[in-house]
């Protein structure tokens, strides 16, 4: 990564590459791919600690980005998941974190706290109607289950 990076965000990405490095090797990931497993919760409850899906949770909702920079930080988490070929969901908590929090109801950002956490995996789906709009608000569906 040729980007000037500050201490924190250093630590960001060294933390990181240490992690993947560590449990997710390119063996493991084919391992698990060719069994249709998916990522161990383990595995998700240390990324969650490594701030992988905190960046855009405010810090009232115990998010908060390291750097301090939401979106230089996912650039740097990124990379590395790319470089080490990590599988596992990590686009669709952080654009539903932001969403959220820029645009939920009071009632939807308490969820913000899990997300970051790890506690609840999420995905978005984008309708059709009002796609090139700015949202007048969101509109949140849960569903058990995988």
């Not at 990076?5 to 449990?23: C, E, N, P, V």
């Not at 059709?128 to 949202?135: I, N, Q, T």
Request: hydrophobic content about 45%; glycine content about 14%.
């Amino acid at each position: 990564m040729d980007l000037k990076l500050s201490d924190d965000q250093r630590m960001l990405l060294d933390a990181t590459r240490d992690f993947i490095g560590r449990s997710n090797g390119l063996s493991e990931v084919r391992k698990r791919m060719e069994a249709g497993e998916p990522v161990s919760l383990d595995v998700l409850n240390v990324a969650a600690e490594l701030g992988w899906f905190a960046a855009f949770v405010p810090p009232e909702y115990g998010g908060g980005a390291v750097s301090g920079r939401p979106v230089m930080d996912a650039v740097i988490i990124a990379e590395a998941r790319g470089a080490g070929l990590q599988d596992g969901p990590f686009l669709a908590p952080n654009v539903v974190a932001a969403a959220v929090a820029g645009f939920g109801s009071p009632a939807q950002c308490e969820m913000l706290p899990q997300i970051a956490a790890a506690g609840h995996m999420v995905t978005f789906a984008v309708s059709g109607d009002g796609l090139w709009s700015d949202p007048p608000g969101l509109t949140a569906h849960a569903r058990a289950g995988g």
